[in-house]
Structures are given as C-alpha cells and as structure tokens.
C-alpha cells in the first residue's frame, strides 16, 4: 500500500509511520529525517533547508520535492509509508503527478489528531530528551501554528475518500491498532500471525 501520514508535530506521527512501516515491512519516507542528515553533512540543501527548519517554519516547496522524488526512484514497488510529506497542496499534486508516472497512487492518508495542550506538552519533553535545534519553545510555537496539516491539504484526499481520521491521544500500541484497522489490515497484520 502507499500511505501518507498526516498530523501535527507532537502528535506522534513519525513513531506511528515507523511502527507500520516496519510491521508491513514497507518504507518509511520521512522529510524531516533526511532534510536532518542533509543538515548534519553540511550540502548545499542542508545549508539551504536549515534556516527554515531552525525557525520552526516550512522548507520551500522546490527544494524538498526534488529531494522526495529522488528518494522515490530508489525504492521500487515496495509500499511506502510517507511521514511528513506532503505538507502543502502543490506538494501533493508533485505527489501526485511523480506516482502517476509510475502507475501507482496514494491507496489512504492517515490523519492523526490530538488537542493543542496535549501536543504542546509532548513537544517539550521531547525538546528536553532531544537536544534538537528547532524544539525551543518559541519553536514549537510557530510550528504548532504553521504545520498543522492546512485544510485544503486534507481536503484533497478527504474529497477523493481516502482520508481516515485517527485519535492521536491514546497509548502507543492502542494508535497503531486504530491505523491497522483503517488499512483494513487489523490483526493479520501481527508478526507471527500469518
Ligand atoms: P518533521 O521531522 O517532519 O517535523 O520535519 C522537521 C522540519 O523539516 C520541519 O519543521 C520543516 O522545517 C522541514 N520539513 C520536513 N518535511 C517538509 C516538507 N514536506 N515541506 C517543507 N518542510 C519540511
């Protein structure tokens, strides 16, 4: 299957795409991670990618969509599981247009949620545990406000019925059972139960 992942930061998006990834045995794609790696190499896209990541704010369109499309070619046919990408409308559409030359499209997009307090409080433990450069508070702020996942980004898969709202505020395992049965792969799913 090709999934997308969508939610805001703190919501736990990125350990959920992992865990499905790894339990379906597809790959995880996430933006983050690689604009990350490019950042700590010091190329030409990290030192670009960095001064908006160190804002809390989007990195722009052209750079991280070249980024995903090659990153795209040197995984096959496998199923994927996308983890912060695509962020805005023109990124779905490059999505799109990338996978229809390919013959495949996006099967569902996960939509995980939880209320602000909530991920304002993940986001600071984390901050603590990470030492990453853009979990300062003042941070965690404009990214709470510019990366929610924007409504005409939602609608885009929600008007082509594919979009499954997930509560993010449960435990771990309970979220991942939740995105299982949204695949429709429930406990099938389960390593050792086939
Ligand atoms: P994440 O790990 O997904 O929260 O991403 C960390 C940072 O990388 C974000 O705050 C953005 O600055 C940048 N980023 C990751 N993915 C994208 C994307 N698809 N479009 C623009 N910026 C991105």
């Known amino acids: 299957m090709y999934l997308i992942f969508f939610g805001p930061p ?23 991670d690689m604009l990350r790696a490019h950042a700590r190499d010091g190329s030409e896209l990290g030192r670009k990618a960095r001064t908006f990541m160190d804002k809390g704010m989007l990195v722009p369109d052209d750079l991280v969509i070249d980024m995903f499309i090659a990153r795209l070619g040197e995984i096959g046919e496998r199923g994927f599981v996308l983890d912060g990408f695509p962020r805005t409308l023109v990124q779905a559409r490059a999505l799109d247009s990338a996978l229809a030359r390919r013959g495949q499209a996006i099967d569902l997009a996960i939509n995980i949620t939880a209320p602000d307090d909530v991920l304002v409080e993940r986001m600071m433990g984390r901050a603590a545990e990470s ?27 929600r008007s082509a019925g594919k979009l499954r709202d997930v509560d993010g505020r449960p435990a771990v395992p309970q979220v991942t059972e939740a995105i299982m049965e949204a695949l429709g792969v429930g406990d099938a799913s389960r390593p050792g139960s086939r």
Do not use: C, F, N
């Open 10 to 32: 703190g919501v736990g998006k990125g350990t959920q795409a992992a865990i499905v990834a790894e339990r379906m045995g597809w790959a995880h794609i996430s933006t983050g």
């Open 131 to 157: 030492g990453r450069a853009d979990d300062t508070p003042e941070a965690i702020r404009v990214r709470l406000e510019v990366q929610k996942p924007p409504a005409g980004l939602l609608d885009h898969y």
